[in-house]
């Protein structure tokens, strides 16, 4: 386990599945995001806050700017975007920001896994995932480190850090200018648009709020 420069802990696989020696304990972080005094009327009409912002609300425009899409050199960023070559869909929504800055939980939930290495060069690299019940799960990728002391089974509030945006996994190959946290949302093991979560409000059956 080693310094995240100030911005976390980078963490290998093994440790990060281990939870930090706390097993599945669960603790409260709570107060850590900038959502303190957002007015009721915020959260009504946008069902989780941006990750990157830590705030409501999403636009794909200007493409590039922080917690907005990301350019898209090296692959569209937006959900269901077709890659290599239209073989696949982008499962997730890529959300433009700077390396080390810090990643919110979109809604509150129950830390569900903390998996890969911020050295990965494949795939989703360094990543948290939340459980919001109800088959609803969100997952935060790319990451260059986790706050300090997160572990599997903390239960959080919604615009809490998890960590800290990077270019671990198969962003590594991109270029800083395109650096980004891939966000996705699942319900029961399928995805679902995260733009719909961020701009519209909650399913019936979502209670991670």
Known sequence: MSGAGGHGLL???PELLGGGGGGG??????GTGPTSGLPQSGRDRNCGYNPITGRPG???DPAGRKGNLRPGV???GYYHAPRDGGRRQHQGLDISAVPGDAVY???AGTVLSISG???SKMGYGLMVTIDHGNGYISRYAHLSGIIPGLKKGDVISQGSKVGFVGQSGNARKLPRSEAHLHFEIRKNGETLDPEHFLNSPCPPDFTGV
């Open 25 to 30: 304990g669960g603790g409260e972080i709570l």
């Open 105 to 107: 939980a979109f809604a």
């Open 11 to 13: 963490l290998d696989g």
């Open 74 to 76: 090296g692959g569209l």
């Open 117 to 119: 290495s911020p050295s």
């Open 58 to 60: 999403f636009s794909r």
